[in-house]
């Protein structure tokens, strides 16, 4: 699948390690399950590592965490299942990661603005995608409501920006 | 009422254009019916049974006479001339072509309105009182907290994929009008004793399926933690509420499932880590500037007057259809879409530019659509009454029903719907016929009946004091009756009376309820409350021997 990463595609650097196989050189990407069952282990490789998030699989597991990783794939199994939306947030947000977030999967022209809103930084998508497809997805709107990961400032604080700045005075 | 600033116009301009990007893919055939199905359905486009179905949001119901006249310029132009108001206190066209449906959501755009979240699974659009700043009984105009959870929920990017869609409902009077506990989260507002505002947040009421009464999980919460508690509440639903079965995907469902207490704790714990983050407190600015736009409008220094005429007719509409206004001399209009026969909810374009020039002259530039398919002119001056009744009536509006069994609450049904199993129109009317004498309905006095032709409940029949929901039997409709239901302060969910009955027997089984009810009545009892008094059981028996 192509990869969009900073509005360009980009060469994916990591392999995916199935639990049963063994961890070849280089950058990996392994399951949460084996991330928490070898934790020891993998923190002592030298090489950047990444985690998979399943959908039903709360980024919450990652606390205290989050700094070993170079990735953080979140996976979309259907476009419908938003719960990775949550995920996304929580690890920027809560656990303060500042690593590349992958969105994988089902990744739709249509999520991404609301993906990158929550943090995602990387996007595998359908082949044939088009950059400048995802350029305007991601500029057609640029009215945001409420703050989120991607430290728009919302609406509600932009209109009192001349308050607040008198306030900060 | 409110008024987009440059912010809230650009956003619903923006998505015109970007709406009409999509639908272009998809006349194009860039887009197949499976992809563009989520697009459109974030613009309130559905695939009906014979055609597309268009939702234009109404926030909390409230609309100037400007934007009224809009939707009758849309049936008009785009649709068969008249279109449907509905329970969600929204607009539907029914007839829509899709390649118009770009130039439809551009005209919306020029007064202020669009297509946003009326369906798919985020934030629908938020309802509320719609007697909202005419009433006394209310604390707040429960609007301003509407508009502030409209704007925070638009284009929402963590909540736009929820596990099913979600409703929320705010009120701000204890008389709840806006039936905010059979809601995914309602929200009473009331004032501590220090006079402060707080805010009770009830979480998984619903109806569909599976009818539940809204647990209280957040209490007190301030006027400045509102969107942070809110925040909390879908964070906790968007990552635990089921996504394997569509009929389980609702936040009742979880909270049924792990319990009101569970379902707080874990809420509690969101809601201090989405305040650590701060973003989300509400600048007491923000709230001022939005409360300004439901500041009372100008009212005259009147006294209240007897606005009682030698005509009876007038007289009756009176007593029925107006209710109390906070100040003096003024009055709360209903003006019902519940013609005797007619269809529930559905107006013509004409009939709507009437309400729209009578709100002009009459009713400060605004007017209510009811989650009982109503419509509301809020500030009558009562001196004025006779002129407005007289022109409703002369436009088919002046139906003295409100509140009466046939001001009945129905949804589309089979005659439009794609997932009906039965017809409700055809029982509105049948009804509605039946018991059209005048004296007969005011001796019934206060009756919600309530029809949905399936089991999702649009037509709100778990909560009709009488409900009937169609059943498909082996391609035949049947009607199933419940009685008790309500959706106000003291909401209930019917409970049913037997087996079914066929299209036929409907208006005669009511008759039999009705005579059980007056058999039974204490003096100035409503059908709801000889029900609750004496149960099920004297309706059952008489019903079921009769048949
Ligand atoms: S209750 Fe059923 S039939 Fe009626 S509008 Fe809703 S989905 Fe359609």
């Not at chain 1, 282990?41 to 990444?50: E, H, K, S, V, Y």
């Not at chain 1, 700094?67 to 476009?79: N, V």
């Not at chain 2, 008024?3 to 709406?19: C, G, L």
């Not at chain 2, 909540?159 to 929320?168: A, D, G, V, W």
Request: charged share 25%; hydrophobic share 40%.
């Amino acid at each position: 699948m192509p990869l969009i990463k900073n509005a360009a595609f980009t060469e994916n650097q990591f392999v995916h390690v199935a639990d049963d196989e063994t961890l070849p050189q280089g950058n990996v990407i392994v399951s949460l399950k084996r991330w928490q069952t070898e934790r020891a282990d993998l923190i002592t490789r030298n090489a950047p590592i990444g985690v998979r998030l399943n959908s039903d699989q709360s980024a919450e597991a990652l606390a205290g965490d989050v700094h070993h990783f170079a990735l953080i794939e979140i996976d979309f199994p259907k476009f419908r299942d938003g719960r990775g939306y949550s995920s996304a947030r929580i690890l920027r947000q809560r656990l303060a990661y500042t690593g590349e977030i992958r969105a994988v999967g089902d990744v739709l022209r249509d999520q991404w603005l609301f993906m990158k809103r929550c943090g995602v930084d990387s996007f595998e998508v359908r082949p044939g995608t088009r950059l400048e497809d995802f350029r305007s997805a991601l500029t057609e709107q640029t009215v945001f409501y409420q703050r989120s990961s991607d430290h728009h400032r919302s609406v509600f604080e932009r209109r009192h920006t001349a308050c607040q700045a008198l306030a900060a005075e | 009422m409110y008024r987009y600033d440059e912010f809230d116009q650009k956003a619903v301009d923006e998505r015109v254009v970007q709406f009409s990007g999509q639908v272009a893919r998809r006349l194009s055939g860039e887009l197949t019916e499976d992809e563009f199905k989520p697009l459109r359905l974030m613009n309130g486009l559905y695939l009906q049974l014979h055609a597309y179905m268009l939702r234009v949001a109404i926030p909390y119901g409230t609309l100037s006479s400007k934007q009224l006249r809009m939707l009758a310029h849309i049936a008009r132009k785009y649709d068969k001339d008249y279109a449907h108001f509905t329970t969600r206190q929204n607009l539907q066209y029914n007839w829509p072509r899709l390649a118009d449906v770009p130039a439809i959501l551009a005209d919306l755009a020029t007064v202020e309105m669009h297509a946003i979240q009326t369906s798919g699974n985020c934030i629908r659009n938020v309802t509320s009182d719609h007697f909202a700043g005419a009433s006394a009984d209310e604390v707040d105009d429960p609007r301003i907290w509407s508009e502030i959870i409209r704007q925070w929920s638009t284009f929402h990017p963590e909540f736009s994929y929820l596990p099913r869609k979600f409703k929320i409902a705010v009120t701000a009077a204890p008389k709840d009008r806006a039936a905010i506990k059979v809601h995914d989260i309602g929200i009473i507002i009331r004032r501590d004793a220090a006079d402060v505002l707080a805010f009770d947040v009830y979480v998984g009421g619903g109806q569909g399926r599976t009818p539940l009464i809204g647990h209280m999980i957040g209490e007190s919460i301030a006027a400045e933690d509102l969107l942070a508690y809110l925040e909390a509440t879908m964070r906790v639903y968007n990552q635990y509420g089921r996504r394997d079965n569509i009929y389980k995907a609702r936040i009742k469902i979880l909270v049924h499932q792990i319990g009101a207490d569970e379902m707080r704790r874990q809420v509690a714990v969101e809601f201090v880590e989405v305040k650590a983050q701060g973003a989300l407190a509400l600048p007491q600015v923000e709230i001022d500037r939005i409360a300004a736009y439901f500041a009372s409008p100008a009212f005259e220094t009147l006294s209240d007057e007897n606005p009682t005429t030698a005509n009876p007719a007038f007289n009756v509409w009176l007593e029925n259809n107006v209710a109390k206004h906070k100040v003096p001399g003024y009055a709360i209009v209903t003006v019902s879409l519940k013609p005797i026969g007619g269809i529930p909810g559905d107006a013509s374009a004409a009939q709507m530019d009437v309400v729209a020039g009578l709100a002009e002259k009459c009713s400060f530039d605004e007017v209510r659509v009811s989650h009982e398919q109503n419509l509301v002119l809020a500030h009558v001056r009562q001196r004025d009454l006779l002129t407005v009744w007289q022109q409703l009536a002369a436009a088919g509006l002046g139906t003295a029903n409100y509140g009466l069994i046939t001001d009945i609450i129905a949804c589309p049904g089979l005659d439009y719907c794609d997932l009906a199993n039965a017809r409700s129109i055809n029982i509105a009317q049948a009804i509605s016929t039946r018991f059209a004498n005048q004296d007969r309905q005011r001796e019934i006095g206060e009756l919600k009946l309530k029809i949905s032709g399936c089991i999702n409940a649009c037509g709100h029949h778990h909560v009709g004091h009488i409900g009937i929901l169609g059943v498909d039997k082996k391609g035949v409709e049947f009607y199933q009756i419940t009685l008790g239901g309500s959706g106000d302060e003291t909401a209930s969910v019917g409970e049913i009376l037997g087996p079914a009955f066929g299209e036929a027997d409907v208006p005669d089984a009511i008759e039999t309820l009705i005579d059980v009810y007056f058999a039974k009545r204490s003096p100035g009892e409503r059908f709801l409350d000889t029900y609750r008094r004496v149960g099920i059981q004297p309706f059952r028996e008489k019903l079921y021997a009769a048949h």
